[in-house]
């Protein structure tokens, strides 16, 4: 019964597809996922949205959206209404195909991420053997298509925003990759697949997530940053920053082409906590061996909801940051760190079973940590600004 | 330590958000059209006119004077002088304002004709919901629209308007004692010389407010004219 819970979804697609001829079956099972995909993500979204809105009202000392529907949980479907039935307006001077392209470029790009997530046992679209490349070769690609809105816009602010978006996700794209190898190098595979299968063992009920490993530990901090970096979120929301640059790269956008840069943005933070989540939580594993009986398909959206609500918890918290403490932070300090954690993983590997690597390792690790946050982030002293006007 | 200060920080806003569901001095919203909260005492908005007792057009203590009219720096009132009078509160017969309109769309909430008025007649309006469909009509108020009783003032301005009523009361023993005086003085002087029985009584009762009137009256008529433009 509980095998069977489990594996629902996986039992629904071959019942639904054991109505057609077989030749067709594998096709209409694939097609079948990515209807589940495009069916279960946006509406994550949706619940998102709302939670971002009243969890961020409820740190401000206020009460967040709750007109529409009891407590406004239907306000993303009154969002979406508007959104849908505001006017389309694409700037004369912009390039109208790019302009045109750009969000859909950009939520085709973040959805395919979600192909090679395994969101539950056996629950992967495709079990790619390079499965964390091509989500990460997805990911890198959405820089592109926020270039493209700035830069088709035609707008000071949107390539402004662009550009800072570009720089942002190229600085931070490296840690985000090197803290990721950091795994792959104790599991020896680039499948996610084959990763959540490493970490779904346990001792004493415990499970082996990375994340409990000094190594695994700093690699998931500095892969929180370099994610919430890579997302756009606040405090590294440079490319959008509304005091700054009114939307950013999105300026020149309105209605459903708006929606759309939403969607996409909303489903790249849920695709960066969802592999964050099986890289270093476990993925679909339980945390308890005494909890293996709830479908695993509950314990990977449960993780990823709750990586959300980290994200949120510190877009409440955090002021944005400067451009030059953004690029500061990203070369001088969590690339080092996650460098040192290639260093730290391979010393892991090499002093074998037993208690003295997890002291050699953690020490190194929170030595390093400290010592390179009183010098490489020490607060600079400019002298006084001057100026030099245009005589 | 790197980080210390973010840690702080979500403790801080952890704090806030468990707080929220909690302690109502974290959760300061007032849901507006459901939940209220009661106006400032000193709060003030459009102005009034005040009357005594039930009936508005018997009651109400303006007197047509004017001088809001003129002194109000975006003219937004506009008086027309009565041609009959009515008693006012002392009794005394005065004229009243067959017209008054305000204009509140124009008006600027600056209680400077509170301040000039010199019969307690206008005073500042707590009411603020008062968008209209016609933005023409709707905003220019009659008098009948304006007036509020002063039992209503007493419930919008309670200290005030408890001043305003001793002032008033004082006022009013002040003038009936005169009247009692003059009464008295007329019957000793009845009393004194019978040649003279019925003027005398006559004179001093109708004497003080008669002039009065027509020298506020000739005072106030030749300006409308000049002081509306």
């Not at chain 1, 209409?28 to 996922?33: C, D, K, N």
């Not at chain 1, 459903?256 to 969802?274: N, R, T, V």
């Not at chain 2, 330590?1 to 007032?30: C, H, Y």
């Not at chain 2, 008098?143 to 001793?166: C, F, G, M, W």
């Amino acid at each position: 019964m509980l095998e069977k819970a489990d594996q629902v979804f996986l039992l629904l697609r071959d019942w639904l597809v054991g109505f057609l001829p077989p030749g067709w079956r594998s096709a209409a099972g694939v097609v079948l996922g990515v209807i589940g995909i495009i069916a279960v993500f946006p509406g994550l979204f949706a619940i998102t949205t709302v939670l971002e809105r009243k969890g961020l009202g409820r740190m401000q000392n206020r009460l967040g959206p709750n007109r529409v529907g009891p407590f406004g949980i239907l306000q993303p479907i009154a969002d979406a209404i508007k959104s849908l039935t505001k006017e389309d307006i694409v700037p004369l001077n912009a390039d109208a195909v790019v302009h045109f392209l750009a969000p859909v470029f950009l939520v085709v790009v973040v959805f395919m991420g979600f192909a090679v997530l395994p969101v539950g046992r056996n629950m992967v679209l495709v079990n790619m053997d390079s499965g964390l490349l091509f989500y990460f070769a997805m990911g890198a690609s959405t820089e592109v298509s926020i270039f493209m809105a700035g830069w088709s816009s035609r707008n000071k602010y949107s390539l402004l925003g662009a550009m800072r978006a570009v720089a942002q996700m190229i600085s931070y794209e490296v840690p985000l990759l090197l803290s990721s190898v950091v795994i792959v190098m104790m599991t020896g595979s680039l499948s996610l697949v084959k990763i959540v299968e490493a970490q779904n063992q346990y001792t004493w009920g415990l499970p082996h997530w990375y994340i409990f490993t000094p190594w695994g530990c700093a690699a998931f901090v500095m892969y929180a940053v370099a994610a919430t970096a890579e997302t756009n979120r606040s405090p590294f929301d440079l490319p959008e920053g509304e005091s700054e640059l009114v939307a950013g790269y999105f300026t020149e956008y309105s209605g459903f082409k708006f929606a759309l840069f939403f969607l996409g943005e909303y489903l790249a933070m849920l695709s960066i906590s969802g592999l964050g989540t099986t890289l270093f939580l476990g993925g679909w594993s339980s945390p308890l061996a005494l909890l293996n009986w709830v479908p695993s398909w509950i314990w990977f959206f449960s993780k990823v909801m709750l990586s959300i609500s980290v994200l949120i918890w510190v877009r409440g918290t955090l002021p944005r940051l400067r451009q030059d403490q953004l690029m500061n932070f990203a070369w001088k300090f969590v690339l080092p760190m996650t460098l040192l954690n290639l260093m730290v993983a391979a010393l892991w590997r090499f002093l074998g079973d037993g208690w003295a690597r997890w002291v050699i390792c953690s020490a190194i690790l929170l030595l390093v940590y400290v010592a390179a946050g009183r010098v490489g982030m020490r607060r600079e002293h400019f002298g006084p600004r001057t100026y030099r006007y245009a005589e | 330590m790197l980080g210390e200060g973010i840690l702080k920080g979500l403790t801080e806003t952890a704090r806030n958000f468990a707080g929220s569901f909690v302690s109502a001095e974290r959760l300061t919203t007032v849901q507006y059209p459901e939940q209220r909260i009661p106006t400032a005492e000193n709060a003030r908005v459009f102005p009034f006119l005040v009357y005594d007792g039930k009936d508005w057009e018997a009651g109400m203590r303006c007197v047509a004077c004017q001088i809001c009219e003129k002194e109000c720096p975006p003219k937004c009132i506009y008086i027309e002088k009565s041609k009959d009078k009515k008693p006012d509160f002392v009794g005394k017969m005065q004229i009243y304002p067959a017209k008054f309109d305000i204009d509140v769309s124009v008006c600027m909430s600056c209680q400077i004709c509170v301040e000039v008025c010199p019969f307690e007649a206008i005073k500042m309006d707590t009411e603020f919901e008062l968008s209209t469909t016609d933005r023409f009509g709707g905003l220019l108020y009659d008098r009948k629209q304006l007036s509020r009783s002063n039992e209503y003032y007493h419930k919008i301005h309670p200290t005030e308007a408890a001043e305003v009523d001793a002032r008033l009361a004082e006022e009013k023993a002040k003038a009936e004692a005169k009247a009692k005086a003059a009464a008295e003085a007329a019957v000793a002087k009845a009393s004194a010389g019978p040649s003279v029985p019925a003027k005398a009584t006559a004179v001093p009762a109708a004497g003080p407010a008669a002039p009065a009137a027509k020298s506020a009256d000739a005072a106030s008529r030749p300006k409308p004219a000049g002081g509306g433009e």
